[in-house]
């Protein structure tokens, strides 16, 4: 069984930076791509970005902003989002998947196996 727990999140204002880990419990962690959606209220689940053995990949509105990594070692995804901004404000959710897909279709939520309780991000203008 894996288990995804999201921490990290909070209140900031516009401008500044918090740090999102994902601790996954479960073998195999290495292999999986690990991605990151994030959900504002009313609206529908969206990709933020995802890594895996091919590289990373990120949302036109956060690319240049967050930066996705991953310990292995430790099991550990993370998320470190700069220039925050109002509308990144939302519930942040890791995932994970064991399958191999292309690039577009890891930005689908449905792609994920696995999935985080989410964790809240609020940035004030």
């Known amino acids: 069984q894996v288990q995804l727990v999201e921490s990290g999140g909070g209140a900031v204002q516009a401008g500044g930076s918090l740090r999102l880990s994902c601790a996954v419990s479960?073998?195999?962690?290495?292999?999986?791509?690990m991605g990151w959606f994030r959900q504002a209220p009313g609206k529908e689940r969206d990709f933020v970005a995802r890594?895996?053995?091919?590289?990373?990949d990120y949302a036109d509105s956060v690319k240049g902003r967050f930066t996705i990594s991953r310990d292995n070692a430790k099991n550990t995804l993370y998320l470190q989002m700069n220039s925050l901004k109002p509308e990144d404000t939302a519930v942040y959710y890791c995932?994970?998947?064991?399958?191999?897909?292309?690039?577009?279709?890891?930005?689908?939520?449905?792609?994920?196996?696995?999935w985080g309780q989410g964790t809240q991000v609020t940035v004030s203008s």
């Open positions: 890594v895996n053995w091919s590289g990373d």
């Open positions: 479960g073998r195999s962690f290495s292999t999986y791509t």
């Open positions: 995932a994970g998947t064991g399958t191999v897909s292309t690039a577009s279709y890891l930005r689908r939520s449905g792609s994920y196996r696995y």
